[in-house]
């Protein structure tokens, strides 16, 4: 299966500062990735679809201002979440679908990043 | 809305048969996929089902109808090693740049227990 990275796996940060993290498909190119937040023992709720060359589309209710989303190449996308409050810890997910291969479905997701903001 | 709903917890013993349910309504339907998430990890692909009916892979089997707008997850031969939070997605959408857009379930937590 395919291989996706997050970096960092955790961090922790003071209140008010940025955080940026890194996703990276490591073995093959994904034009379309997807960014999700898990709350403990919640769902993944997805916050918005980082389209390669463009801008990012966010789901309702999703402040563009404060998570912003970059995807620079095939292979990255990076979520910078700004001004980073408490309410912001939460479990931080990426997953992607390589491309042509959207008949099966499967999408593969990165390991998180766990953000916990004092 | 969007909504999926599953039963919140499951417990069963080991070498157990178990059903994890999924009710669903979306805007949009193109498949119904399962996941498996382990405590602090990522979610893995299980199965998917596209059209109604059965499929297998190995001890996982997931079921759909789509008149109803109901799946499931069987999980044969439990073993200690599958506790964890079951999630399904529905993929609700087809991007025309590609990738599956999914909206995920509430989440069943599986404990098995000797």
């Known amino acids: 299966g395919a291989v996706v990275s997050q970096h960092p796996s955790w961090v922790i940060c003071k209140s008010g500062t940025s955080v940026k993290i890194e996703c990276r498909s490591l073995d093959f190119q994904a034009t379309t990735m997807f960014w999700y937040r898990q709350f403990p023992k919640q769902s993944l709720m997805l916050m918005a679809t980082?389209?390669?060359?463009?801008?990012?589309?966010?789901e309702q209710g999703v402040e563009k201002d404060k998570f912003l989303i970059n995807h620079a190449s095939l292979t990255l996308s990076t979520l910078t979440v700004t001004s980073a409050h408490p309410e912001d810890s939460s479990f931080y997910i990426c997953s992607l679908t390589p491309s042509g291969d959207g008949a099966t479905d499967t999408q593969y997701f990165g390991p998180g990043t766990r953000l916990t903001v004092l | 809305g969007q909504s999926l709903e599953q039963p919140s917890e499951v417990t069963a013993v080991e070498g157990a048969i178990v059903q994890i349910n999924c009710t669903y309504q979306t805007s949009g339907f193109y498949g119904l996929s399962w996941y498996q998430q382990h405590d602090g990890g990522a979610p893995t692909f299980l199965s998917y089902?596209?059209?109604?009916g059965l499929e297998e892979t190995g001890r996982f089997s997931s079921f759909l109808s789509r008149s109803d707008s109901y799946g499931y997850l069987l999980l044969q031969e439990l073993q200690m090693k599958d506790s964890a939070s079951y999630f399904c997605?529905?993929?609700?959408?087809?991007?025309?740049?590609?990738?599956?857009?999914?909206?995920f379930g509430t989440g069943t937590q599986l404990k098995v227990e000797l």
């Open positions: 089902n596209a059209l109604d």
């Open positions: 997605a529905v993929r609700d959408d087809i991007l025309t740049g590609g990738g599956n857009k999914l909206t």
């Open positions: 980082s389209n390669e060359g463009s801008k990012a589309t966010y």
